[in-house]
């Protein structure tokens, strides 16, 4: 099901959770590190929030594309006033290795945007939560 609002003190937004007890769309155990891991439902941008004044930090995570080879994966972080601050993306690969991306600069945001395309890549049977990204591992911390 989807992460409840107020998980570790955020807003979760569009995140899922999938199990690797039900059938999962990606490479295996060797994927993630536990048995639950997180993912962009549908596809479609997800977030993660906190309300202002409070800011949050994210240090980085394990990133592994579903049911495509080849997957662009944009990150945004965005200050409490909801002004774009940083932004990145990552190109994973194979589906069978999870990548780690370490985020730098990814300090005092508001919110977390994740999406996904596979639009710079030959992917011509990709449509809906054939884009989504299982993530795994999130280090985040509330700020103080």
Do not use: Q
Not at 19 to 47: F, K, M, Q, R
């Amino acid at each position: 099901g989807f992460v409840p609002s107020k998980y570790f003190g955020l807003d979760w937004n569009n995140v899922y959770a999938g199990s690797l007890h039900c059938e999962t769309p990606i490479g295996g155990d060797e994927v993630i590190s536990g048995e639950v891991y997180a993912y962009n439902y549908d596809g479609n941008p997800c977030s993660i929030e906190v309300a202002a004044p409070s800011t949050f930090s994210v240090l980085g995570m394990k990133l592994v594309p579903f049911r495509t080879d080849r997957l662009e994966v944009t990150l945004e972080g965005y200050d409490d006033a909801d002004v774009l601050k940083i932004s990145v993306t990552v190109t994973l690969g194979s589906n069978s290795e999870p990548t780690v991306v370490e985020l730098d600069g990814f300090h005092d945001l508001g919110r977390l945007v994740i999406s996904t395309s596979v639009e710079p890549f030959d992917c011509t049977d990709c449509s809906g939560d054939e884009v989504s990204v299982a993530m795994d591992d999130i280090r985040l911390f509330i700020d103080d």
